[in-house]
C-alpha cells in the first residue's frame, strides 16, 4: 500500500514568489492536514481538508491557502513568499475520525532566497 | 488555544538505559493522542491512545494516557542508538486536527 506522496521533494523560491506543493494521501484516507516544520516554531498546523472542504484552519495569514480535488488529493499554496516561509512542509493524511491514525508524507522543503 | 508541552525537552542517555518521555496538553474536544518519531524527514507513527489507564506496547515501547491529568507518558525501555529521534505528541481534536508540542529530543550513546 502506497503511503502518502509528497512533491516535489525540495523548492528553491525567491521572495515574492509563489509556490504549489501537493499531497497524495493513502488510498481510502479522506482527510488530509498540512503543517509547517522549522527549527523555532516546531510542527504548526496550517489547515485540514476532508471531502473537499477545508474542516479546520491554523493561524497562518491568508497568503497560505489549499484546496482538496475529488480524489482526496491536495494542495497547498503560498502566495507572495518571504524568507520565513522557508520551512518542511508535510502533510497528513487519515480516515478521518476520532481513533484514527494519521501518517506523514516525507515532505517539501521550501527554501526562499 | 491547544496547547502541547512536552518535557524533557532533551535527554541524553546510553545504551540500555530506560527513559520515559513526559506529554501534557490543554486542547478544546480532545479525541486522542497520538505519539510519533522523528529522525529524518516524516514522523513515524508510533502509537495512538483514546482511553485512560490503557497501555500500548510496541516491543521496547510502550505509552498510556491519563486523561484526568490531561496527560500521557511514553516509555523506552533498553535503548539502542537506533532510538535517537526527537519523539513527538499530539492530541487530536476537531476534525483531525494534531497540535504537536516541541518534542523530546533523545540521544543514545553507545
Known amino acids: 500500500k502506497a503511503g502518502v506522496t509528497q512533491t516535489p521533494r525540495y523548492l528553491i523560491k525567491t521572495r515574492g514568489q509563489q509556490v504549489t506543493l501537493s499531497c497524495s494521501p493513502i488510498?481510502?484516507?479522506?482527510?488530509v492536514s498540512w503543517y509547517q516544520q522549522t527549527p523555532g516554531q516546531g510542527l504548526q498546523f496550517l489547515f485540514e481538508y476532508f471531502s473537499e472542504t477545508q474542516r479546520n484552519k491554523g493561524n497562518f495569514p491568508g497568503r497560505f491557502s489549499g484546496r482538496q480535488f475529488s480524489n482526496s488529493r491536495s494542495e497547498m499554496n503560498v502566495s507572495t513568499l518571504e524568507l520565513g516561509d522557508s520551512a518542511l512542509y508535510l502533510c497528513?493524511?487519515?480516515?478521518?475520525?476520532?481513533?484514527?491514525?494519521?501518517?506523514f508524507g516525507q515532505g517539501t522543503r521550501l527554501t526562499v532566497v | 488555544e491547544d496547547k502541547v508541552v512536552q518535557s524533557p525537552l532533551s535527554l541524553v542517555v546510553h545504551e540500555g538505559d530506560t527513559v520515559t518521555l513526559n506529554c501534557s496538553y490543554e486542547v478544546t474536544n480532545f479525541r486522542s493522542l497520538l505519539w510519533y518519531k522523528q529522525e529524518k524527514k516524516a514522523p513515524t507513527f508510533l502509537f495512538m491512545l483514546t482511553s485512560s489507564g490503557i497501555e500500548k506496547k510496541s516491543g521496547r515501547l510502550s505509552s498510556i494516557l491519563d486523561k484526568k491529568e490531561l496527560s500521557s507518558i511514553l516509555n523506552i525501555t533498553a535503548t539502542q542508538t537506533g532510538d535517537s529521534a526527537i519523539y513527538l505528541c499530539?492530541?487530536?481534536?476537531?476534525?483531525?486536527?494534531?497540535?504537536f508540542g516541541t518534542g523530546t529530543r533523545l540521544a543514545v550513546r553507545p
Open positions: 488510498s481510502g484516507h479522506r482527510s
Open positions: 499530539a492530541p487530536k481534536s476537531s476534525g483531525d486536527k494534531l497540535t
Open positions: 497528513a493524511s487519515s480516515r478521518t475520525g476520532a481513533h484514527t491514525e494519521a501518517f
